[in-house]
């Protein structure tokens, strides 16, 4: 990326730039405390250094072995990185920090219920409770290096400490999201051949406790008709001896873990020596587009990669206290709330329940409780935040350094509220793009280095290489203004390894598409698809515009769905905004626009004219919407984010398919009722 000066400023100020947003600086006061401030580290990433620049990442950890080879590419595109090296996760994320940090927080949880009070869980507690529960999977349930166990676990801090007991074990853990149904939980019980499903009685969900562990009965039943036999379910209890499952307990198989852990009180599991290339642990994508892709990561190369992004991205140190908003069933929750932070020895905050109840103040008054300098969300709650209370972060004294927009492309007008109110003009953001299948970070800002672009994710990170191809595989040069597909030249560590058992569709999903000679062992025949439309500024910052199948053509223009949504949102009423194309017999396509409003505000004509008139004003005639549909709420997947897939079946009369997926498929008969009637 051209070099960029950046002006050392106590205020955050605005530097006027092309037809893109301006540009918003750190403070002194962050640059001067941050981890990373060495301007150099872009250089010392670029492709000449490639691959021996992430050394640097790897030597963040603690190895065995140390390993001999940076990057074994003979299986290409599945690559092994660190090879020789020796390593365990639950090792760098716990056993290392006790010498000089036993009595530290690592983690801080936050129940629902407020008269639980908060849970403060030490690194020396973190060590107790994971050994325990690896010599309980290892002796009862066992468990051995390679197996694989789904976990179908709520947020609490008995997830966490399942995972580095799993990888303690060297045991490949699959979370599925709690709030996911029992068939959803059985698909991927199936797919990654689990014979033990680890999952918990019950949890608190906006006031009412949630039986879950019927859930249970359900995805092994499914799971056993597909062949997949499921032998033993281990239910933690949220509340041990209080609270148990209404349906009763199946002889045989289900066992509570916290009758079964008496036998294992002051039990001690040496780390298993894994191989660097060996999986850490199998995460699914969230099926915003379809059936969930098994991702396959490993743990030598991932870990570095998460250990360093949350480390020179996250600006964590040690006396940071971190709260990432995410549920650890999704790969920002593994990378970012428990594998980077805790190898990086940071307090990490873990809540139950949702953000907007008992109240709109609930974020707020948690950071203020826990002292959180570091705060980490995603668009769909920051526009929800928004939309209930924008009034309340004022109300409370916290003050946050950094915050974090991860998920969806963010609206530069709710960027803006985020930075003004939330991070109180204060805080620096980064807007972090990347995937299920990458691990860690693509593109982002440096926060102390590279100034922020509402709107824009920002330039690559060090060492990750984007380029834009059109449909043709032309390269479209930086600043050329136009969209393309926005593909990866280099492999980097942090990069699932494989769909868990379908190579193939690895290969054909990911790399098929640009790859230059199928045979090749060599990196550079084999960018990464990763299915996004982007746009890339003369300054190299990357705007991503959503994904590829949702770029609309019309007339032969392309339009980002991410633009003209941007626009709707300026509309003061509007809290929520989705584009679709639409067939046209002449047009080839025509966008259609969901909006969702502000409560206080009711649908009308005058309104739905209001937003395309001001939607021509931004962006011009070409994105006027065939139809403006004012919806009661958007269909949603269960990260929140909007499913337009199912928008787009509706505005085209097609079959709507499968919304397993979906957090309220109610919402979709409603809207068929009025787009289709
Ligand atoms: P599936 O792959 O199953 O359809 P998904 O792509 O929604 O689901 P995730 O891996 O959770 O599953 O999401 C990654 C996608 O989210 C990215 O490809 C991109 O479209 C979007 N995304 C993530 N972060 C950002 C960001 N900061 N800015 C813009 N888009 C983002
Ligand atoms: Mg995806």
Redesign the pocket.
Known sequence: MAEKEVVETSEAQIAVHWQEEGYYYPSTEFIAQANMTDKGIYERFSLDNFPNCYKEYADLLDWYEYWDEILDTSDAPCYKWFKGGKINASYNCIDRHLKNNKNKTAIHFVPEPLEEGYQHITYQELYVRVNEFAALLKDFAGLKRGDRVTLHMPMVPELPVTMLACARLGVIHSQVFGGFSGTACADRIVDSGSNVLITMDAYYRSGGLIDHRQNADIAVEHAEKAGQKVDKVLVWQRYPGKYSAKKPMVEGRDFFVNDLLKNYYGARVEPEKMNAEDPLFLMY??????K??GCQHGTGGYLAYVTGTSKYVQDIHPEDVYWCMADIG??TGHSYIVYGPLANCASTVIYEGVPTYPDAGRSWRIAQDLDVNIFHTAPTAIRALRKIGPDEPAKYNYHFKHMT??????EPEVWKWYHKEVGKGEAIIV???????TGGFLCSTLPAITPMKPGS?GPGMPGIHPIIYDDEGNVLPQGAGKAGNICIQNPWPGMFQTIWGDRDRFVDTYFARYCKDPNSKDWRDWPYL???AAVEAEDGYFR?L??IDDVINVSGHRLGTKEIESAALVVQEVAEAAVVPVNHEIKGKEPDLYIALKPGFDASDELAKKISDAICEEIGKIAKPRKVWIVKDMPK?R?G?IMRRVLGALSNKRDVGDVMTLANPEIVEEIREMVQK
């Open positions: 994508t969230s099926g915003t587009t379809g969930p892709k999704w790969i927009t991860v998920g969806e492309p963010i807007d972090t793009w990347w995937q299920t299948e994710a990763t299915g996004d991503i959503g994904r997947t990260s984010k």
